[in-house]
């Protein structure tokens, strides 16, 4: 399984939650991959910085996450740029998420870990597959 993470999943994951833990122990132990985008990978860290987490805190759990070579942050480029314009335009989805949204179809990804209504529709479209809980 390769899942693509969007942002709630790494607060899921800050914050220990049973699921997301065990589909973090999978990709580090089993045969499952994670790919952060970017995009994630900074509004995780604002919002942990908006909570009161200490920078040294951030990056340590940051760290641990990527000790793995199957879970991995994934930069944007002018491919995921283009397919994340045209999905914003075309379904009115937030920039942010058409790049998170753009950067899991184009990376092959099985599974969207993300619990925001932005994607209802490209999940409706079949475009992805959302899971949440």
Do not use: H
């Amino acid at each position: 399984m390769k899942y693509c993470a969007d942002t709630w999943f790494i607060l899921k994951l800050f914050k220990k939650d049973p699921k997301a833990l065990a589909i973090l122990n999978d990709a580090k132990d089993g045969k499952s991959r994670i790919i952060i985008p970017i995009m994630v990978y900074a509004e995780a860290r604002k919002k942990l910085m908006q909570e009161g987490c200490s920078a040294a805190i951030i990056g340590q759990f940051f760290t641990g996450v990527e000790m793995s070579n199957k879970i991995g942050l994934m930069l944007i480029d002018k491919r995921i740029a283009e397919e994340a314009s045209k999905i914003s335009f075309s379904y009115s989805v937030p920039l942010i998420d058409s790049f998170v949204a753009a950067t899991c179809k184009l990376t092959d990804c099985n599974i969207l870990l993300a619990d925001d209504c932005d994607y209802e529709l490209l999940e409706k479209k079949r475009y992805l597959k959302v899971q949440r809980w």
